[in-house]
């Protein structure tokens, strides 16, 4: 199997996320339906702004709360970051020490932070039982994709045309 020893390498690009207003069982669909753990609430400009798990969600319904909540009631505020460039297994011991399932490659375009990918405990887990690359392409790797730059270029790009809006919506 090719070598698979950084965060990059193993990593989803592109990352599920909702406005702070998503109602609950619009974010527990969501999160049944991919598979995933969390979801990343974005705010108006587009900020990530906080993180609603599984485990918040879980949480939530524990307390017996109104089924009207919304994600930014729930979420986790903050979201847990990684940098690419680290080993697997610090990326493993982050998730212990910071009590999460999934971390984020966060980009900041124009002063707006928004993640681009993430890695989670399927991702390591699986990555440990795999016999080939082939066992992880519907992770990311070697999956049809515009390549990382080309991503990051049309969402810095949409990001100005946001914040270009914006001024001259106030002007």
């Known amino acids: ?5 950084l965060v990059r390498d193993l990593m989803t ?23 995933l753990d969390a979801v990343i609430v974005l705010d108006a400009e587009g900020h990530a ?3 609603v798990s599984r485990d918040d969600l879980v949480r939530a319904y524990a307390q017996e709360t109104e089924p009207a909540l919304t994600a930014e009631a729930v979420m ?5 970051q990684i940098p690419p460039d680290i080993p697997l297994t610090a990326a493993a011991q982050l998730m212990r020490d910071q009590g999460v399932r999934t971390l984020y490659l966060m980009h900041n375009a124009d ?6 990918a993430m890695l ?7 990555h440990l039982a795999a016999d080939s690359t082939d066992d992880l392409t519907d992770l990311g790797i ?21 914040a270009a809006g914006k001024g001259s919506s106030s002007s």
């Open 1 to 5: 199997m090719a070598e698979i020893k």
């Open 13 to 35: 690009v592109g990352v599920p996320t909702c406005p702070p207003d998503t109602p609950v069982i619009d974010v527990v669909r969501l999160l049944l339906d991919s598979g």
């Open 49 to 51: 702004v906080g993180v």
């Open 76 to 80: 986790s505020e903050g979201v847990p």
């Open 111 to 116: 002063g707006i932070t928004y993640p681009a």
């Open 120 to 126: 989670s405990y399927t991702h390591l887990l699986r």
């Open 142 to 162: 070697k999956a049809e994709r515009e390549p990382p730059l080309a991503q990051f270029f049309k969402r810095r790009d949409e990001a100005r045309r946001r």
